[in-house]
């Protein structure tokens, strides 16, 4: 006959990926865009640094073109990661706005590409996305886009960013234990005391609840068959006044010392089904 092997005990577990787009974009205005041609091809103006998604850019244009093969022809128009950075992967918008007030932009986005081609790869600092043919000059120059020798360009990045999340665990840091002291206070108080205990001829005001759960002899005499009929005052023999008090502040100690613990555990149960 074969065996049967017990199962045993499967211990799952789970994690989430969670990939998001961190978005940010930068205006940059060129004034004096005349001044700028005939600097030369592969000769750019830069604008100021910005941040998305913690990486530094900046935004290049060239007024001549940015390679010789385009004899300058056409004006060239690049972002680049100005930070370091290794395989930052990210999304980009170039906008030439029209200045005309008609809202005819010139718009070139990777980001209605996404599910064809996925974010960009950027290797290191001065990976570049854009267009080296971006706009023919002499086009350019008689356009709506340059409106009193000025240009604007606003740019979109898109970085991606994404991370594993495990479960999540709770730590719960208990403070140091006061309660005998606290215990001693409430029976010297006598508040809340619903019994007198009088052993050896003094008299010692209780809780008989704390009693009855503490000891099987109290709860007997104070709930059970040995319940007596006067049970405002109850009367022991064969113990010490002193011990007895000590006794008393022990009970209740170790009573809430119980439902701190059992508080304890709801709360971890709680924290670890949320």
Same mark, same amino acid.
């Given at each position: 006959?074969?065996?049967?092997?017990?199962?045993?005990?499967?211990?799952?577990?789970?994690?989430?990926?969670?990939?998001?787009?961190?978005?940010?974009?930068?205006?940059?205005?060129?004034?004096?865009?005349? &001044?700028?041609?005939?600097?030369?091809?592969?000769?750019?103006?830069?604008?100021?640094?910005?941040?998305?998604?913690?990486?530094? +850019?900046?935004?290049?244009?060239?007024?001549?073109?940015?390679?010789?093969?385009?004899?300058?022809?056409?004006?060239?128009?690049?972002?680049?990661?100005?930070?370091?950075?290794?395989?930052?992967?990210?999304?980009?918008?170039?906008?030439?706005?029209?200045?005309?007030?008609?809202?005819?932009?010139?718009?070139?986005?990777? %980001?209605?590409?996404?599910?064809?081609?996925?974010?960009?790869?950027?290797?290191?600092?001065?990976?570049? +996305?854009?267009?080296?043919?971006?706009?023919?000059?002499?086009?350019?120059?008689?356009?709506?886009?340059?409106?009193?020798?000025?240009?604007?360009?606003?740019?979109?990045?898109?970085?991606?960013?994404?991370?594993?999340?495990? =479960?999540?665990?709770?730590?719960?840091?208990?403070?140091?234990?006061?309660?005998?002291?606290?215990?001693?206070?409430? &029976?010297?108080?006598?508040?809340?005391?619903?019994?007198?205990?009088?052993?050896?001829?003094?008299?010692?005001?209780?809780?008989?609840?704390?009693?009855?759960?503490?000891?099987?002899?109290?709860?007997?005499?104070? %709930?059970?068959?040995?319940?007596?009929?006067?049970?405002?005052?109850?009367?022991?023999?064969?113990?010490?006044? =002193?011990?007895?008090?000590?006794?008393?502040?022990?009970?209740?100690?170790?009573?809430?010392?119980?439902?701190?613990?059992?508080?304890?555990?709801?709360?971890?149960?709680?924290?670890? &089904?949320?």
């Amino acid at each position: 006959m074969g065996t049967v092997e017990a199962c045993k005990d499967l211990t799952i577990s789970s994690s989430t990926s969670r990939t998001e787009i961190i978005n940010g974009s930068h205006e940059f205005r060129i004034m004096g865009y005349s &001044l700028n041609k005939g600097m030369g091809i592969g000769k750019y103006v830069q604008s100021e640094t910005f941040v998305v998604g913690g990486y530094e +850019w900046a935004i290049y244009f060239y007024p001549d073109g940015k390679s010789p093969e385009d004899n300058a022809s056409y004006v060239s128009l690049v972002i680049a990661l100005a930070s370091d950075g290794t395989d930052v992967r990210a999304l980009f918008e170039l906008t030439l706005v029209d200045q005309s007030g008609k809202n005819r932009h010139k718009v070139h986005s990777h %980001f209605g590409r996404t599910l064809e081609s996925g974010p960009l790869s950027l290797k290191c600092r001065g990976s570049m +996305w854009g267009f080296k043919r971006f706009f023919k000059r002499s086009m350019l120059e008689t356009s709506d886009y340059l409106k009193d020798d000025c240009l604007l360009i606003r740019c979109r990045v898109g970085v991606v960013r994404s991370q594993t999340e495990g =479960p999540k665990t709770y730590s719960i840091t208990v403070p140091p234990s006061d309660i005998g002291q606290h215990f001693e206070q409430l &029976l010297e108080s006598r508040k809340g005391a619903d019994v007198i205990v009088e052993v050896n001829g003094e008299n010692f005001p209780a809780h008989k609840l704390v009693l009855a759960a503490r000891s099987p002899v109290f709860k007997a005499q104070l %709930f059970g068959p040995m319940k007596d009929i006067n049970t405002e005052c109850m009367d022991i023999d064969d113990m010490a006044a =002193p011990i007895f008090k000590v006794f008393s502040i022990f009970l209740m100690f170790v009573t809430l010392c119980a439902l701190c613990v059992c508080t304890y555990i709801s709360i971890s149960c709680i924290f670890s &089904l949320m």
